[in-house]
Protein backbone atom coordinates (compact mmCIF):
# COMPACT_ATOMS: atom_id res chain seq x y z
CA UNK A 1 0.00 0.00 0.00
CA UNK A 2 2.54 2.18 0.74
CA UNK A 3 4.78 1.52 -2.01
CA UNK A 4 1.66 1.96 -4.27
CA UNK A 5 1.40 5.50 -2.93
CA UNK A 6 4.60 6.31 -3.55
CA UNK A 7 4.20 5.38 -7.11
CA UNK A 8 1.59 7.70 -7.29
CA UNK A 9 3.40 10.62 -5.63
CA UNK A 10 5.91 10.04 -8.23
CA UNK A 11 3.49 9.98 -11.41
CA UNK A 12 1.94 12.75 -10.55
CA UNK A 13 5.06 15.31 -9.93
CA UNK A 14 4.92 17.59 -12.53
CA UNK A 15 1.11 17.16 -12.67
CA UNK A 16 -1.73 19.78 -12.28
CA UNK A 17 -3.46 17.97 -9.40
CA UNK A 18 -7.12 19.41 -8.35
CA UNK A 19 -7.10 22.53 -7.96
CA UNK A 20 -10.25 24.98 -6.73
CA UNK A 21 -11.27 24.78 -10.52
CA UNK A 22 -10.89 20.88 -10.71
CA UNK A 23 -13.43 20.47 -7.56
CA UNK A 24 -15.68 22.92 -9.08
CA UNK A 25 -15.77 20.98 -12.34
CA UNK A 26 -16.23 17.52 -10.19
CA UNK A 27 -18.89 19.11 -8.23
CA UNK A 28 -20.73 20.45 -11.20
CA UNK A 29 -20.35 17.47 -13.05
CA UNK A 30 -22.19 15.41 -9.79
CA UNK A 31 -24.91 17.93 -9.85
CA UNK A 32 -25.80 17.40 -13.42
CA UNK A 33 -25.25 13.72 -13.38
CA UNK A 34 -28.21 13.78 -10.10
CA UNK A 35 -30.54 16.07 -12.14
CA UNK A 36 -30.02 14.14 -15.48
CA UNK A 37 -30.56 10.68 -13.84
CA UNK A 38 -33.63 12.45 -12.02
CA UNK A 39 -35.06 13.85 -15.32
CA UNK A 40 -33.77 11.66 -17.50
CA UNK A 41 -31.78 13.92 -20.25
CA UNK A 42 -29.46 12.43 -21.86
CA UNK A 43 -27.79 15.34 -22.91
CA UNK A 44 -27.25 16.74 -19.56
CA UNK A 45 -25.27 13.50 -18.58
CA UNK A 46 -23.95 14.05 -21.73
CA UNK A 47 -22.67 17.32 -20.52
CA UNK A 48 -21.93 16.23 -17.16
CA UNK A 49 -19.19 13.78 -18.50
CA UNK A 50 -17.55 15.85 -20.59
CA UNK A 51 -16.61 18.07 -17.33
CA UNK A 52 -16.03 15.13 -15.28
CA UNK A 53 -13.60 14.21 -18.71
CA UNK A 54 -12.29 18.01 -18.61
CA UNK A 55 -11.39 17.90 -15.06
CA UNK A 56 -9.36 14.23 -15.15
CA UNK A 57 -7.43 16.04 -18.07
CA UNK A 58 -6.74 18.82 -16.09
CA UNK A 59 -5.43 16.79 -12.79
CA UNK A 60 -3.23 15.06 -15.04
CA UNK A 61 -2.06 18.16 -17.43
CA UNK A 62 1.66 18.42 -17.42
CA UNK A 63 1.18 22.36 -18.91
CA UNK A 64 0.82 23.80 -15.14
CA UNK A 65 1.29 27.05 -16.04
CA UNK A 66 -1.79 26.90 -18.64
CA UNK A 67 -3.79 25.44 -15.96
CA UNK A 68 -2.68 27.44 -13.53
CA UNK A 69 -4.17 30.33 -15.45
CA UNK A 70 -7.35 28.75 -15.95
CA UNK A 71 -7.40 28.75 -12.57
CA UNK A 72 -6.91 32.26 -11.97
CA UNK A 73 -9.37 32.95 -14.16
CA UNK A 74 -12.16 30.93 -12.56
CA UNK A 75 -11.16 32.37 -8.86
CA UNK A 76 -11.31 36.12 -10.05
CA UNK A 77 -14.72 34.98 -11.68
CA UNK A 78 -16.00 33.74 -8.70
CA UNK A 79 -14.66 36.64 -6.40
CA UNK A 80 -16.74 38.86 -8.91
CA UNK A 81 -20.28 36.48 -8.57
CA UNK A 82 -19.55 36.22 -4.97
CA UNK A 83 -19.14 40.11 -4.76
CA UNK A 84 -21.74 40.88 -6.50
CA UNK A 85 -24.45 38.45 -4.95
CA UNK A 86 -22.98 40.30 -1.39
CA UNK A 87 -24.05 44.07 -2.90
CA UNK A 88 -27.10 42.34 -4.08
CA UNK A 89 -27.99 41.03 -0.87
CA UNK A 90 -26.87 44.50 1.07
CA UNK A 91 -29.68 46.37 -1.27
CA UNK A 92 -32.31 44.16 -0.70
CA UNK A 93 -32.01 44.77 2.27
CA UNK A 94 -31.94 48.67 2.18
CA UNK A 95 -34.75 48.67 -0.49
CA UNK A 96 -36.83 50.43 1.87
CA UNK A 97 -34.53 53.04 2.87
CA UNK A 98 -32.76 53.85 -0.22
CA UNK A 99 -33.34 53.35 -4.08
CA UNK A 100 -30.73 52.72 -6.24
CA UNK A 101 -30.05 54.22 -10.05
CA UNK A 102 -28.04 54.53 -12.86
CA UNK A 103 -26.13 57.74 -13.37
CA UNK A 104 -27.26 58.92 -16.80
CA UNK A 105 -23.97 60.15 -18.23
CA UNK A 106 -21.58 57.78 -16.94
CA UNK A 107 -23.98 54.38 -16.16
CA UNK A 108 -22.52 53.98 -12.66
CA UNK A 109 -24.58 53.16 -9.55
CA UNK A 110 -25.44 55.01 -7.18
CA UNK A 111 -28.29 55.63 -4.70
CA UNK A 112 -30.67 58.22 -2.99
CA UNK A 113 -32.47 57.97 0.36
CA UNK A 114 -36.46 57.33 -0.15
CA UNK A 115 -39.52 59.60 0.29
CA UNK A 116 -37.49 62.91 -0.11
CA UNK A 117 -40.00 63.54 -3.29
CA UNK A 118 -38.11 64.99 -6.17
CA UNK A 119 -34.74 65.97 -5.44
CA UNK A 120 -31.55 66.86 -7.75
CA UNK A 121 -28.92 64.14 -7.68
CA UNK A 122 -24.78 64.82 -8.15
CA UNK A 123 -23.22 61.61 -9.51
CA UNK A 124 -20.49 61.31 -7.04
CA UNK A 125 -17.89 59.66 -10.06
CA UNK A 126 -18.74 62.07 -13.18
CA UNK A 127 -20.21 65.43 -11.04
CA UNK A 128 -23.41 65.11 -13.57
CA UNK A 129 -27.03 66.78 -12.08
CA UNK A 130 -30.40 65.31 -12.76
CA UNK A 131 -33.59 65.47 -10.91
CA UNK A 132 -35.40 62.04 -9.78
CA UNK A 133 -38.11 61.38 -7.56
CA UNK A 134 -36.96 59.41 -4.73
ZN1 LIG B 1 -21.97 59.82 -13.38
Same mark, same amino acid.
Given at each position: ??????? #???????????? $????????????????????? !??? #???? /?????????????????? /????????????? $?????????? @???????? &?????? %??? *? @????? !???????? $? !? &? %??? *??? @??????
Amino acid at each position: MRRLREK #LYEWMQGRNGVD $EMGIFLIGASLVLLIISSLLS !VFL #LSLI /AFGLLIYSYFRVFSRNIG /ARKAENNRYLAER $ERLRFKLQSQ @KVRFGLRK &TYKYLK %CKN *C @KKKMR !VPRGKGKI $E !V &T %CPH *CGE @KFITKS
